[in-house]
């Protein structure tokens, strides 16, 4: 048998579980069992947590069965190690929604990467609370859909964000520079699947004007964060981050425009992440299986 | 049962063969058999060679029996599968030799890293063809072999380097800036076994003086290479390597304390991987574990 | 006086000459008796070469006189120390034509910098081999040139690729992979003009398929370089470069495709360091005032 | 007349002052008026604070006078721009006293690189609260004062401590892993040359057990930070900083080791600049021109 993994379809299954001994065992033996070709595999087990973490890529033809018999058929096994897990498709494309103010560095990052195949998910829509990038995100054969936000009362706003999320079914929702603070509701409603960029290196400078504080603080590296939503602001589980050097001569406004490049890298990595079911959520950290 | 994962005394299987349906499975299963505790776990099918990698770190307690009788029990699942393997005991520390000539940046990093605990291995000697690093090695109370070279006929020099490795029962030899071409004879008797640092970012700038070919072709970034030494030179098989940006300001002397910095990174990453049991050799290029 | 340097406008002196004793006083006492205000100053002598480089950045308002005056009054100085000098105006645009085949990243990403303000140049066209782009093109109101290239002979592409290029008094010109070697003809017309992205970290894996190359070999990092084009292939000075860490995990498709993050982020330096006159070439090195 | 960089005797005169028109040209023509020879230059004008910052190197032989005759004849330029500005001579080596705890890895890095004349400094003596690391300073020839903590009055250490640098001429210190808080009236005594390390990427994690902290935060890289003491804890001008990649496999044991790492390059990085008068503090920030 030839396989061309690049091309291959593929069921990505998660678990995480307490640790004890023979999990792989039985998790890679039930996979033997129905000659299930498993072409990645990670594993780590969080000696503080005392929590075991897990993902298979198995190769969907070499199963004698589709994805909810082996959901019925798996269930015994993960019953008797307590595990959380899920088992998804790789022909079953996320669905992702991006939203954005008026700032197009990510925006053009990830379309670019969406239409040249490198991020492999559906974008049913672009949600924004300014027209500014309604023509660019149009030539991508994206809707556009325009949210007004009253600053007196956000709550309309959030009220038909929300709903047009919910209209378009979204698996995910990414904050590409949207520059305001998701209601405590909207991120209890898809815990782990808002993924946000914020342009500082965490847990330094959160909040508003990081580059700002940077300048100020006088550091020698700016950064971004990749993390996952929750209400705390600026304080959910970090999937991804990087820095770039920085020196004197650079002003606030040169942070800002180098700050850029940093920014669409981490959350074109922490997307692609999520997109490939790739990070699982350990309290409040992740574990990436990268 | 509680487990500090940063003591306990592991045993690390590595295994390498033609790549099927089965194998993770039939090894966890004959690990959760008798009770074998995970704690890590790597595997890596090469879709060009067709060739399986993994490896497992396992909870030396958890098993009922030591490596002599693992080795018999799983021996016919070995065959079955056509596997390349082996198994080493953490307990059980490697003995590496190291090589120097009269530049010390290399010997020093991996002697702190040594005396601090960090290099899990033991030094029964260090060989030179000068006796310029003598003191600094009998310092850590390690032998210092003296083996001048003459340059008329450095024969009796690998002659007595051979025995010397051969008499304190080397599992590696580090070339820490030995700068002598290792004989044919010698890398056949070590291979994957003869652990090199050299001074640029291979494939560029093979064989001598690779800062001031560097230097001449106006790089932007200067790197260094660790690799297992073949009688190809420069050309064996890379384990690590890395870069650091140098300008036009940089002149060939700077170039060469900068790299030192590099250098004696990449190889203390590399021989520990090699110590760790993390590297599996792929025909000329390294499956790394890390 | 308070000034905003980022919206200043600048006049961009730049210099080479045989080093000697009195350079820079001379030409910064002739920009004192002027009353001009240098708000960006660098300098290097090259040891080797025994010449000198330097780079002023004055506000134009500063100066009582224009760029046509300060090049006569500047004259006489200019021959005292036999330098090759120029000086050219933050307000004079750049024309940058840019030139590529199919591939789209480096492409987008010039252009999304181009229209957020990060480059600070015109491109009165994209010339293309390919129809491939052109919607993306023309969706920013540049004109999309299609010349398409008729591999028995080459000659009248590059004829029209020529006459284009004069048409629009092009000023530089990118590559951004094109992906057609330039006959030396072109090359000599605009010397240290013509800027390419190549693949791979020169001098490693000059020629086609770098990637491959890399891969077959087993690096540890792959790179990408930007150079400005000679008659030599992949041969010319340096402008920068940069890496990124694979592991065995990668396959050659999978660099290709991290490798495009590195292409687009080095060749946007290097246009943006030679749109700012921030590139001498020395020979056939680079002297980047960055 | 044919200079050997490396090797040649410099003055280095560093300058801050309100920024002005003139500035450059006044001290270049002083200069060359006296036939001196700048080997290198730097400049930054901080339109934040108004303030300009220049440092020449200049070849020590190509002037007529030394220091002293220099320091005269400069003084009424210095006055007229309101210059806070020095020179000192590449050949009076600084006198660094290395403060030390138990811990040996940047210790082991700055006398490495000491005694291969990376560091061109003296060091009189090796402070420190413990014997630990006794015998491998006093293998390098250097005295290692041992001077106790009492956990319940530190003022009799901290006075030995000063007046143990008093004695020894000190013009700076290095707390390289010293780990006590240094008291006011010391910081206070050597405004601007007492250089900490401190294991985290500032301003995240000030204080104890910043690796601790960075785990518990889940952070995916961890850096360490080179700055000037100040009374307010981890507060300082940054002097250096560098990051590197952690995932969720590494343990908070983990991020202690491989930080050393950091730690021990961004001191010695932050060391070299200052050793070379190449830091100007500015406020509570640093120019570095490195």
């Not at 379809?9 to 033997?32: E, H, M, N, W």
């Not at 996952?228 to 999937?239: C, F, R, S, W």
Request: with cysteine; aromatic share 8%.
């Amino acid at each position: 048998m030839v396989l061309n993994p690049e091309n291959t379809r593929r069921y990505k299954l998660s678990i995480s579980c307490p640790d004890t001994v023979g999990i792989v065992a039985a998790v890679s033996q039930f996979i033997a069992n129905h000659k299930g070709w498993i072409i990645e595999a990670h594993q780590f087990a969080d000696a503080e947590s005392c929590l075991f973490f897990m993902r298979y890529e198995v190769v969907a033809d070499s199963l004698p069965f589709g994805l909810e018999e082996f959901r019925a058929k798996f269930n015994d096994l993960a019953e008797r190690f307590s595990m959380n897990w899920d088992i998804t498709d790789s022909a079953q494309r996320k669905r992702v929604v991006v939203m954005v103010s008026k700032e197009s560095h990510c925006l053009s990052d990830l379309l670019y990467r969406w239409r040249a195949g490198e991020l492999d998910c559906d974008i049913p829509c672009v949600i924004s609370n300014h027209e500014t990038l309604r023509s660019f995100v149009e030539w991508h054969g994206i809707p556009f859909i325009h949210v007004p936000v009253d600053k007196a009362d956000k709550k309309p706003h959030f009220q038909a964000v929300q709903e047009q999320i919910a209209s378009v079914e979204a698996d995910a929702i990414v904050l590409a520079k949207y520059m305001q603070i998701i209601p405590e509701t909207l991120c209890e409603k898809y815990p782990g699947r808002i993924i946000n960029i914020h342009h500082s290196f965490l847990p330094s400078f959160i909040g508003a004007r990081p580059y700002h504080q940077a300048a100020e603080r006088g550091v020698k590296q700016i950064g971004a964060t990749c993390h996952y939503v929750t209400p705390d602001l600026d304080a959910g589980p970090i999937i991804e981050q990087d820095v770039l050097r920085v020196t004197h001569h650079n002003t606030t406004k040169d942070m800002v425009r180098l700050g850029k490049d940093v920014e669409k890298a981490v959350l074109a990595r922490g997307l692609r992440y999520h997109i490939e079911d790739r990070v699982l959520v350990n309290g409040n950290k992740t574990v990436v299986f990268a």
